[in-house]
């Protein structure tokens, strides 16, 4: 058999113990996905076990390279819309980005650089031409209001910003499955590379709670609009009438209801600032189609916020962002 022929040197102690920890949870598929070098194609499989995950490789295993999602997907589709939980943490360290020119150092130096990481990676896969490190959880995480998309993004991008990992952050992500064959495509044989088996380093490390990666968390720049001043008159204190007019649209709305856990300060922020509460209370108070005369009297009223004591130009800054965030 040669380079591409379908189940050349498949590892499946490698593969077993890997996708075991990938195990998606009931009602959720593991993504699959065979990139064949050079060409466009990639076929994609959706399993609901792991045996059946492993049924798929062994067919496609030296015949393309196996790439599974990093995170469970909630429907037969690759797109981050379809990721409802997350695993674990990951970066993926690039021998050819860190030493162009010297392999042996660039895998040294990634070595090292895991070694000093003050979290220890619970999995370490040698890909063929790099690394990749998985800080598994405890158990895997229902994306919401507390752990949102973007925070899970933001821990893999601050990993990858300590650490000079490559930008895999995005929770659609698809990474190389050990215990299979690396076939480069015609770029990378240019360079130098040659079929190699990606293999687990390390499969027993410690798990962790996502709580403490939050120091390192990195979020983009919000992209922000000029917000021109409304032009509704400013309360010095709440009407009460739309005060009481607004509590019986929460009683419509719900206790699940977003404004309403808002309005109650049961909602996990970013910004837990008087003024955060603000301008959460005011983008939820914009989508459920509120005037801003009633929003900047609710503000006035909000025990979270800065009530009373915001002047003129706070509420008017806050009421104006709110609306061009919409």
Known sequence: MD??????????????????????????????????????????????????????????????????????RSRRSGNREAVTFVLAAWVDLD???????????????????????????????????????????????????????????????????????????????????????????????????????????IDDGPTHDPCAFKKMEVWPPRKTKRASAISVELPTRPNDEVVDEFLRLLERLGEGHVLTRTWKGQRTLRDTSRSGWDMALANQLYRAGVGEDMIAHILRAFPRGRGPAGTDDYLRRTVANARTSR
């Open 3 to 72: 380079a591409f022929s379908p189940g050349l040197n498949l590892n499946g102690q490698d593969l077993l113990a890997f996708l075991q920890r990938l195990s998606p949870p009931i009602d959720q598929f593991l993504e699959i996905r065979i990139v064949v070098p050079d060409v466009h194609s990639a076929p994609q499989f959706f399993c609901t076990t792991v045996a059946d995950a492993i049924e798929v490789i062994e067919r496609w295993n030296g015949r393309g390279n196996v790439y599974v999602g990093a995170c469970p």
């Open 95 to 201: 021998f050819h980005q860190i030493d162009g020119t010297d392999r042996e150092r660039a895998e040294g130096v990634a070595r090292e650089r895991l070694t000093q990481f003050p979290f220890p990676p619970t999995v370490l896969v040698f890909t063929g031409n790099g690394i990749q490190a998985w800080w598994f959880f405890h158990s895997p995480i229902r994306i919401s209001d507390e752990y949102p998309a973007g925070k899970f993004e933001a821990i893999d991008r601050g990993i990858a910003k300590v650490l000079g990992g490559d930008a895999v952050h995005d929770l659609a992500r698809l990474l190389r499955v050990p215990g299979t064959r690396n076939l480069p495509d015609a770029k990378k044989r240019a360079r130098g590379c040659v079929p190699v088996m990606a293999r687990l380093l």
